[in-house]
């Protein structure tokens, strides 16, 4: 097979990357970030936001003559941020990477893609959640990225081709890493939220729950490019707690939120 796969770097895009180069299939791996390549995995430096990047790697694979199997949208970014605070610019950077990126790369390397070719979009558990507070900008991203990918699978199974999302929860990558520097940075940034911000530390710990290998998720997506017939959604290693309160009604969130991190 041919994969494009971007977020290729590192977490769960370079794990995927390494799973398919491992079983022999030819890899066309994109990120921002170095990527170390191999006989099988091409490595393209490139900003999934970035159009004239995007346009530049799909026009060198289609000069190679490649027709590709899958493209898997993986790359993202994620931040701690108060909606009314954060400074726009950093706004922008999140929508434009978790969510415009993958639409501008399936939009630019579907005419490489096979007849019978599979998409597959990383969102994430959260897009079946009610928001988190200081978690929001992340969640309407992979709410939006999510419902991107249903509307997707509608256009693309009218031509024979399959999308596939895979929603993980917490797994363990620099990404995941990350969560926690930002909630801390959040909590000295925020002149509104100085006493929640600070509960809400402790508050991600407990709801993150313990994170799942990335090559956990990277043999899902393995799998779901090679069964004949997968299902059109997958979650993975999702978090019972958050789960569990995003089946009570807003109102009654909100409060048991409010009061946990005004205590």
Known sequence: MNILITGAASGIGRATA???????????????????????????????????????????????????????????????????????????????????????????????????????????????????????????????????AEALRQELNLLGQRVITVRPGAVKTPLEASSMASTEALAEKTTLYKKQAKHFTHFVEKFTGKPTKPEKIASLIYSVTSKKHPRSAYSINRHIGLLLLSLLPHSLQCKIIKALLDR
């Open 18 to 148: 390494e799973l398919y180069d491992r079983e022999g299939h030819s890899v066309f791996a994109i990120d921002i970030q170095k990527i170390s390549g191999t006989e099988n995995i091409i490595s393209y430096n490139a900003d999934v936001t970035c159009e004239a990047n995007i346009m530049r790697v799909i026009g060198e694979i289609h000069d190679t003559g490649v027709t590709l199997d899958a493209i898997v949208c993986v790359a993202g970014i994620h931040t701690m941020a108060s909606l009314v605070e954060e400074d726009y610019a950093k706004i922008k950077r999140v929508v434009d990477v978790n969510l415009l990126g993958a639409m501008l790369v399936c939009r630019a390397a579907h005419p490489l893609l096979s007849e019978r070719g599979r998409i597959v979009i990383v969102t994430s558990e959260v897009a079946s959640y009610s928001p988190l507070p200081f978690n929001g900008l992340y969640n309407l991203t992979k709410v939006a990225l999510d419902s991107y």
